[in-house]
């Protein structure tokens, strides 16, 4: 993407805030970054520049980075509605929701008529797996009935909650009020019978056609998802691979940057640490589950939440976000260090308002922070969720995911590059703290269910209960790419789909370990 140029103005520092809007809109986030810090450079506390420079950040897939520009935008100009709208977005990407709603609930205070605050803090709800996120949408339905934003969450509300006849009429009724709504067609394509998709497929092709907007590649995911419902399998590869082009080209990932923390925590870690004392008694004891994207972790979480002594956060950021400050601190020792972590976690809302023994977070990014929890939860327990890579490499690829939080997820070279470090660093932690991680096979899961999941309860200490046999049978809201594995009864051959891909991807796929690279 060219870059654009400001010198031919008479102040070559004047990017407007309609230059900047232009860009962000057209998806060229690295040009609107080069425009606010021309600006920057000038006024740091510029409020527009530090919010534009912000999306753009997050687009890029850097919204830990945009947090500091988020903040001077709002420190600058705090009755800014937009300002405190987007500050949330960025939290929510995060998995931040406590932060994320507070921001949206205050952008609505600010601004109750426009129905995008409202509708963020509904999709910040659906995130969280919390079925409240319908009665809001019903709500800002109720005011404004032919919103299609709010049409295709509640869509997906109703699919989360395994509603899919009713989903469906939802988005049909959103995709006729806006033919080119991508995120209507995008779910119709892989939720809509096969034998009543003539006419969406029609009018993705048209769509592909004509769009050149942003929304492009959500198009070329959904004409995947046709033609892999088909078997159509070339086809697919073909349009998977033109859909994560389209995204991977406007998000940034820095792999060396990856690299240079996973050694400085090898680093950290491979000495004694000092472990933080045992927290109060009437705080819930945490059931971290870790791994990669696509390994199964919707699954185990729903098992282990279907426990009557077990609650599930879903995905919090809770724990990664206070390791992320911990150097914004002094601290007088690493005991004092770790005491802050543990406090700090079990002292979030959401966790402090679980009324069960056991609380399960499945934020996957805790891999990351296996030391940190070993040492600051000396009671927390640990599954590592582990699937056949090429299974895992196949489900990330062909996923369109609704942020950028996998920004390694859409180039074959990232994606295999990012397993070979994640594996490296598992293998590290289970060298050092082997007794404190239960590893769980998925394929084994799903394959021998009665026998796994009753092993599974025994290593976590906890007692038997039955309804984790049957956690299907829960009624609950699944947002993930998970949702068919948990709404119905556990079933196999998920793991198998990437060979029908692997004659059209070539080498970065057939060649990754399977399910043995725990033990090579």
Same mark, same amino acid.
């Given at each position: 993407?060219?870059?654009?140029?400001?010198?031919?103005?008479?102040?070559?520092?004047?990017?407007?805030?309609?230059?900047?809007?232009?860009?962000?809109?057209?998806?060229?986030?690295?040009?609107?970054?080069?425009?606010?810090?021309?600006?920057?450079?000038?006024?740091?506390?510029?409020?527009?520049?530090?919010?534009?420079?912000?999306?753009?950040?997050?687009?890029?897939?850097?919204?830990?980075?945009?947090?500091?520009?988020?903040?001077?935008?709002?420190?600058?100009?705090?009755?800014?509605?937009?300002?405190?709208?987007?500050?949330?977005?960025?939290?929510?990407?995060?998995?931040?929701?406590? @932060?994320?709603?507070? &921001?949206? =609930? !205050?952008?609505? #205070?600010? /601004?109750?008529?426009?129905?995008?605050?409202? *509708?963020?803090? +509904?999709?910040?709800?659906?995130?969280?797996?919390?079925?409240?996120?319908?009665?809001?949408?019903?709500?800002?339905?109720?005011?404004?009935?032919?919103?299609?934003?709010?049409?295709?969450?509640?869509?997906?509300?109703?699919?989360?909650?395994?509603?899919?006849?009713?989903?469906?009429?939802?988005?049909?009724?959103?995709?006729?009020?806006?033919?080119?709504?991508?995120?209507?067609?995008?779910?119709?394509?892989?939720?809509?019978?096969?034998?009543?998709?003539? @006419?969406?497929?029609? &009018?993705? =092709? !048209?769509?592909? #056609?004509? /769009?050149?907007?942003?929304?492009?590649?959500? *198009?070329?995911? +959904?004409?995947?998802?046709?033609?892999?419902?088909?078997?159509?399998?070339?086809?697919?590869?073909?349009?998977?691979?033109?859909?994560?082009?389209?995204?991977?080209?406007?998000?940034?990932?820095?792999?060396?940057?990856?690299?240079?923390?996973?050694?400085?925590?090898?680093?950290?870690?491979?000495?004694?640490?000092?472990?933080?004392?045992?927290?109060?008694?009437?705080?819930?004891?945490?059931?971290?589950?870790?791994?990669?994207?696509?390994?199964?972790?919707?699954?185990?979480?729903?098992?282990? =939440? !279907?426990?009557?002594?077990?609650?599930?956060?879903?995905?919090?950021?809770? *724990?990664?976000?206070?390791?992320?400050?911990?150097?914004?601190?002094?601290?007088?020792?690493?005991?004092?260090?770790?005491?802050?972590?543990?406090?700090?976690?079990?002292?979030?809302?959401?966790?402090?308002?679980?009324?069960?023994?056991?609380?399960?977070?499945?934020?996957?990014?805790?891999?990351?922070?296996?030391?940190?929890?070993?040492?600051?939860?000396?009671?927390?327990?640990?599954?590592?969720?582990?699937?056949?890579?090429?299974?895992?490499?196949?489900?990330?690829?062909?996923?369109?995911?609704?942020?950028?939080?996998?920004?390694?997820?859409?180039?074959?070279?990232?994606?295999?590059?990012?397993?070979?470090?994640?594996?490296?660093?598992?293998?590290?932690?289970?060298?050092?703290?082997?007794?404190?991680?239960?590893?769980?096979?998925?394929?084994?899961?799903?394959?021998?269910?009665?026998?796994?999941?009753?092993?599974?309860?025994?290593?976590?200490?906890?007692?038997?209960?039955?309804?984790?046999?049957?956690?299907?049978?829960?009624?609950?809201?699944?947002?993930?790419?998970?949702?068919?594995?948990?709404?119905?009864?556990?079933?196999?051959?998920?793991?198998?789909?990437?060979?029908?891909?692997?004659?059209?991807?070539?080498?970065?796929?057939?060649?990754?370990?399977?399910?043995?690279?725990?033990?090579?």
């Amino acid at each position: 993407m060219s870059k654009i140029s400001y010198a031919t103005r008479s102040d070559p520092h004047a990017a407007s805030d309609h230059d900047l809007v232009a860009l962000l809109e057209t998806g060229a986030f690295d040009d609107a970054i080069d425009g606010c810090k021309t600006r920057l450079a000038q006024n740091i506390n510029d409020p527009s520049a530090n919010h534009f420079a912000a999306i753009a950040l997050r687009e890029l897939g850097q919204p830990q980075q945009a947090l500091d520009f988020h903040a001077r935008a709002v420190a600058n100009a705090p009755v800014k509605a937009d300002h405190l709208y987007e500050l949330g977005r960025s939290f929510d990407a995060l998995k931040l929701r406590t @932060e994320a709603i507070k &921001a949206f =609930s !205050a952008a609505e #205070t600010l /601004n109750p008529s426009d129905p995008r605050f409202a *509708l963020a803090t +509904a999709f910040c709800l659906y995130n969280a797996d919390d079925p409240q996120a319908l009665l809001k949408v019903e709500h800002i339905l109720s005011q404004h009935p032919e919103n299609t934003g709010a049409l295709n969450l509640k869509a997906s509300v109703l699919l989360a909650l395994n509603e899919s006849e009713a989903a469906i009429e939802v988005l049909l009724r959103s995709w006729r009020l806006d033919p080119e709504n991508s995120g209507a067609l995008y779910i119709l394509a892989k939720h809509m019978p096969l034998d009543a998709c003539q @006419e969406i497929e029609t &009018a993705l =092709s !048209a769509e592909l #056609t004509q /769009n050149e907007g942003c929304g492009k590649s959500r *198009l070329y995911f +959904a004409r995947a998802e046709l033609s892999h419902r088909k078997q159509h399998y070339a086809d697919a590869y073909a349009y998977f691979e033109k859909g994560n082009a389209a995204v991977a080209s406007n998000l940034i990932y820095d792999p060396a940057a990856a690299q240079t923390a996973s050694a400085e925590l090898r680093e950290l870690f491979s000495q004694e640490v000092d472990t933080a004392p045992l927290p109060s008694a009437n705080c819930p004891n945490p059931i971290f589950i870790v791994g990669l994207p696509r390994s199964g972790s919707t699954l185990v979480d729903s098992i282990l =939440s !279907a426990h009557s002594q077990v609650s599930s956060l879903g995905e919090i950021g809770e *724990l990664a976000n206070t390791i992320r400050r911990l150097g914004s601190h002094q601290f007088s020792s690493q005991r004092e260090a770790l005491l802050h972590v543990q406090q700090s976690y079990l002292g979030a809302p959401s966790i402090k308002a679980v009324e069960t023994p056991h609380v399960v977070d499945k934020y996957l990014g805790n891999y990351f922070h296996i030391g940190h929890i070993v040492h600051a939860f000396p009671n927390a327990r640990i599954v590592h969720v582990h699937r056949d890579l090429r299974a895992v490499a196949w489900s990330i690829y062909r996923q369109h995911f609704a942020d950028a939080q996998i920004p390694f997820g859409y180039d074959p070279h990232h994606l295999v590059g990012f397993i070979s470090a994640y594996c490296d660093l598992m293998s590290f932690w289970s060298s050092r703290f082997g007794d404190r991680i239960v590893h769980l096979s998925y394929e084994r899961l799903v394959e021998t269910p009665d026998e796994t999941i009753p092993q599974l309860i025994a290593e976590l200490d906890l007692p038997w209960d039955a309804a984790c046999l049957t956690p299907h049978k829960v009624k609950r809201m699944v947002t993930t790419a998970s949702q068919g594995q948990v709404t119905q009864e556990i079933y196999t051959g998920s793991s198998d789909v990437w060979r029908s891909y692997a004659p059209f991807a070539g080498s970065w796929l057939s060649e990754l370990p399977g399910t043995d690279w725990l033990t090579r």
